[in-house]
């Protein structure tokens, strides 16, 4: 279940009264922010954070195809996801179902699973 006026306004309270840097890379200043923390809550890949000191691991990555869909209603939820193998996509979402609004039409993301190499959007670790 989405929250209310969506996750911005979660979101936009944790930031309150956090001093927010767009931009910045985090390894250039990271002595200096260990330091200054008990905890870092870092989002990226845990390879590079420990330095590649075991390797690269290998990612699972994505691709994402939108569509407008002359139909009220696709699914039902905002989000189901596929498993079998003969379908090629992993997710469909509905994003209306998110926060309930009556249009004549919909959009929905079709996620398909993609293969990574450096460079690309590392989504899942294998």
């Not at 989405?2 to 840097?21: A, F, Q, R, T």
């Not at 209603?73 to 189901?80: C, K, L, P, R, S």
Request: proline content about 5%; glycine content about 6%.
């Amino acid at each position: 279940m989405i929250p209310i006026g969506g996750y911005n306004v979660i979101i936009e309270n944790i930031l309150k009264d956090v001093e927010l840097g767009l931009g910045v890379d985090c390894f250039d200043y990271r002595e200096e922010l260990e330091a200054s923390a008990n905890k870092v809550a870092f989002t990226g890949m845990i390879d590079q954070y420990f330095d590649y000191k075991h390797g690269v691991l290998e990612y699972r990555s994505l691709r994402f195809k939108h569509e407008v869909l002359d139909e009220e209603n696709h699914q039902g939820n905002a989000v189901v996801s596929y498993t079998d193998r003969e379908i090629p996509y992993t997710r469909i979402i509905e994003h209306k179902k998110f926060e309930y609004v009556l249009q004549p039409k919909t959009v929905i993301t079709r996620e398909y699973p993609a293969d990574w190499k450096r460079g690309d959007e590392p989504y899942y670790p294998i």
